[in-house]
């Protein structure tokens, strides 16, 4: 049994490096289309933000001198970079994938309208919003819940290299334990980090759930969208 009918995938950058030190590993980037091409196939509506750290952060450019605003312009271009490496792979999988950008750039990609991403997605089509929100100093995880929120998906994934949201950071505490669902005000209250926090205001002031999963395990995303206990469950209470 299907569970989640309209979903926002949130992708990190810094997952397609795979064993690369930059740039986009074809073998990840191919793991993640087969993945996605398996919900499309039993009529899920997929849209997707990825990140682009593996190509060009905005706020690790500030560090070293860039203009933010400049900076966070150059992350927003890497995220293009990635949605077209995504849209080609799904396409080789004769998964149809429409690019929509936050800043308008055709040929590239379309403009994005809530309306045509709606239209895309009721088509069986993956829509892929790049760019960002368009503006400096907003995340990539601020776009998704954005995103997510507007063309009004039942729960947005984040897909992450861990298994869930940890006490604590479980690549540096081994002892950290998991929650199998927690609540967005403990999430507060913990002060963990499932997302940056105008990503997660967005998402709780909006109802908005959110699973955390590990993407990097095959066939996890086909268990999330059917609803089995994958990563952990963010929920209002």
């Not at 074809?26 to 750290?53: C, F, M, R, T, W």
């Not at 593996?54 to 001198?65: Q, V």
């Not at 990635?82 to 750039?105: D, G, H, P, Y």
């Not at 995103?147 to 002892?175: C, F, H, N, Q, W």
């Amino acid at each position: 049994m299907i569970k989640y009918n309209r979903v926002v995938l949130k992708l990190s950058g810094e997952s397609l490096l795979g064993k690369l030190q930059h740039g986009i590993d074809p073998e990840v980037l191919n793991d993640y289309a087969v993945q996605i091409k398996e919900i499309v196939s039993i009529g899920i509506e997929v849209g997707i933000v990825i990140g682009g750290g593996n190509i060009f952060r905005g706020i690790t450019g500030t560090s070293k001198g860039f203009d933010r605003c400049k900076g966070d312009q150059m992350g927003m271009l890497a995220t293009v970079v990635n949605s077209l490496a995504l849209a080609s792979a799904l396409e080789t999988l004769q998964i149809k994938a429409r690019v929509l950008t936050a800043i308008a750039m055709q040929p590239i990609g379309e403009f994005y309208t809530k309306d045509l991403a709606i239209k895309a997605l009721e088509k069986g089509e993956v829509a892929i919003f790049a760019a960002g929100t368009g503006n400096p100093f907003f995340t990539t995880d601020t776009a998704a819940s954005l995103r997510a929120i507007e063309i009004g998906a039942d729960v947005m994934l984040k897909g992450t290299r861990v298994d869930g949201v940890y006490t604590a950071d479980p690549e540096k505490y081994p002892s950290a334990e998991k929650f199998n669902k927690i609540t967005y005000d403990e999430i507060y209250s913990r002060g963990l980090r499932v997302m940056d926090l105008t990503a997660t205001t967005l998402c709780k002031e909006n109802n908005l759930p959110i699973i955390v999963f590990n993407m990097d395990v095959k066939g996890n995303l086909l268990k999330v969208v059917h609803g089995e206990p994958v990563g952990t469950y963010v929920y209002n209470d």
